[in-house]
């Protein structure tokens, strides 16, 4: 790559041969064996917008850590004139370990600062007492197998993925709770990107019962690393679309590789 381009430029117009072109390209490239981004790591960033509004910057950077385990970060704040009425920053931080195939989050961790509101809060997954304790009620729930915190999951679906299943059930948890979604293939496309148009296998992620949802836009010549993401609640939509992204140690430059 040889450099980004806004997200608000023009995309590329496509044609039917190019867009099949592109996704055996993308076939071609996935890697047998071991998945190289969650041993190596890798650093992502994304715009993310609210509701249509463009707000700044997410970073999410996974690199491995000491036992065996992964760390996996994410970094959230406004850029330009929007930092002058949005101050906040968001941090999340997941200690995650890969056994047999499924991803265990072992701590995770909100922080919310800078702005009008500031919240943090935590989850601790005890696998071996099979107990999640939610750190801002202090309430204990059983821990269900292929339990995932709001980082987590991305590494589960994209293991799932390289597994070669599209269709699966997953418990995640969040600040206050524990959710069932259903995570269903919309099939393939190919994504206009700030990289360049992308093949991508789209995925839905609905929760049972509730009316939230994800979907997600994963490379498949990248071990299915996502590089748009929506998450659609009653009252909002927050959208990440990939900026930029590196393999390995994630550093300050976050350029692309590929």
């Known amino acids: 790559m040889t450099g980004t381009r806004g997200i608000a430029a023009a995309q590329p117009r496509v044609g039917r041969a190019a ?3 592109l996704l055996l390209a993308g076939l071609c490239l996935m890697p047998a064996g ?5 041993e190596e790591g890798f650093s992502i960033d994304y715009n993310v917008s609210r509701n249509g509004l463009n707000l700044g910057i997410t970073r999410r950077d996974l690199r491995p850590g000491v036992d065996g385990q992964l760390e996996f970060s994410s970094n959230t704040q406004a850029e330009g004139m929007v930092r002058l009425v949005v101050r906040d920053i968001v941090k999340e931080h997941s200690i995650l370990q890969i ?7 072992t701590q995770y961790s909100y922080q919310r600062s800078g702005g009008r509101k500031e919240r943090t809060y935590g ?14 009620t202090k309430v204990s729930v059983p821990l269900q197998r292929g339990t995932q915190d709001t980082l987590s999951f991305v590494a589960q679906v994209m293991l799932k993925l390289q597994g070669g299943e599209h269709s699966f059930s997953m418990p995640i948890a969040s600040r206050k709770r524990v959710r ?5 293939s919309l099939g393939t496309e190919v994504l206009a990107t700030a990289i360049g148009p992308v093949p ?7 929760a049972i019962g509730r009316d939230t949802s994800y979907e997600l836009w994963c490379s498949q010549g990248h071990e299915f690393l996502p ?3 929506l998450k659609i609640d009653a009252d909002e939509t927050i959208e ?5 992204f590196r393999v390995g140690q994630p550093t300050a430059a976050g350029k692309a590789d590929g």
């Open 200 to 206: 991508v296998l789209h995925l839905k992620a609905e």
């Open 123 to 136: 989850l601790n997954f005890d696998w071996p007492r099979q107990e999640l304790l939610f750190t801002e």
């Open 34 to 38: 071991a998945a190289r981004l969650l």
């Open 240 to 244: 990440l679309t990939v900026r930029s």
């Open 19 to 21: 867009r099949l072109a």
């Open 227 to 229: 590089l748009k993401l």
């Open 180 to 184: 069932h979604y259903r995570v269903e």
């Open 99 to 105: 056994r047999d195939g499924q991803v265990l989050p």
